[in-house]
């Protein structure tokens, strides 16, 4: 079946250190990948997408790269801030299923 | 544009009660998916609408059911109430719900069953 996994956590870095959060998936089909972040006390909030293999997504600092022949989409940021902590959730979505498939999250905290 | 509304944003129920929870969707959204957010399960799908037809849902009972209405806002009802359906329920709009469209999501409803 679809799924993803994602690296356990909570990843605990100092500002400005460098983030990679590993997300992994298994589809059947061709998905589109997407990572998600969740504040306290929030929804989710889209945070970048790829669509097709070697894509690259980014905002805010944030890039991933959708890398068919590994099957990931690992998510990274070359200096984090305090404001970056919150759970980060890996998801894929296959046209023609209308439902996405989530990661467990991975929980930053990024320390002054 | 304003964003995906959920009302209410908490509740408290006992066992054996019904709830019945509401999604409004981003406006020109057609689609509405609803998600169960627990600390042990993660995010789990329940089910998606789009004008007012339920495509695809999760493996949940029947006790969790939805619908749509013309105008896209969305519900989802729960009945006979258990402990276990304490979570953090998440409704999100896409404008298709098709693959390659991101999802929109509401702040949530906090259910508490007691």
């Known amino acids: 079946g679809n799924s993803v996994t994602q690296m356990e956590g909570p990843v605990t870095l100092s500002e400005e250190a460098f983030l990679t959060i590993n997300c992994t998936y298994t589809?059947?089909?061709?998905?589109?990948l997407f990572w998600y972040v969740q504040y306290p006390g929030e929804g989710l909030q889209l945070l970048l997408k790829?669509?097709?293999?070697?894509d690259k997504g980014s905002n805010k600092g944030f890039e991933a790269t959708y890398r068919k022949e590994t099957t990931s989409f690992h998510l990274e940021k070359g200096s984090v801030q305090v404001s970056d902590s919150a759970v980060y959730f890996c998801?894929?979505?296959?046209?023609?299923?209308?439902?996405?498939?989530f990661g467990t999250g991975t929980r930053l905290k990024v320390l002054a | 544009k304003a964003g995906v509304t959920q009302t209410p944003r908490y509740l408290i129920k006992t066992r054996g009660q019904q709830v019945t929870l509401s999604c409004s969707p981003i406006?020109?959204?057609?689609?509405v998916s609803w998600y169960q957010q627990t600390p042990g399960q993660g995010l789990q799908f329940l089910f998606e609408?789009?004008?007012?037809?339920?495509?695809n849902k999760g493996n949940f009972p029947g006790r969790f059911s939805g619908r749509q209405f013309s105008n896209s806002r969305s519900e989802m009802n729960v009945s006979t109430l258990e402990l276990g359906d304490s979570a953090l329920y998440l409704c999100?709009?896409?404008?298709?719900?098709?693959?390659?469209?991101?999802?929109?999501f509401g702040p949530g409803t906090r259910l508490t069953v007691t």
């Open positions: 406006s020109g959204h057609r689609s």
């Open positions: 609408y789009f004008s007012e037809t339920q495509r």
């Open positions: 589809a059947t089909g061709y998905p589109s």
């Open positions: 790829a669509t097709k293999a070697d």
């Open positions: 998801a894929l979505s296959i046209s023609g299923t209308y439902k996405y498939i």
């Open positions: 999100a709009s896409s404008s298709s719900g098709e693959g390659t469209y991101e999802q929109y």
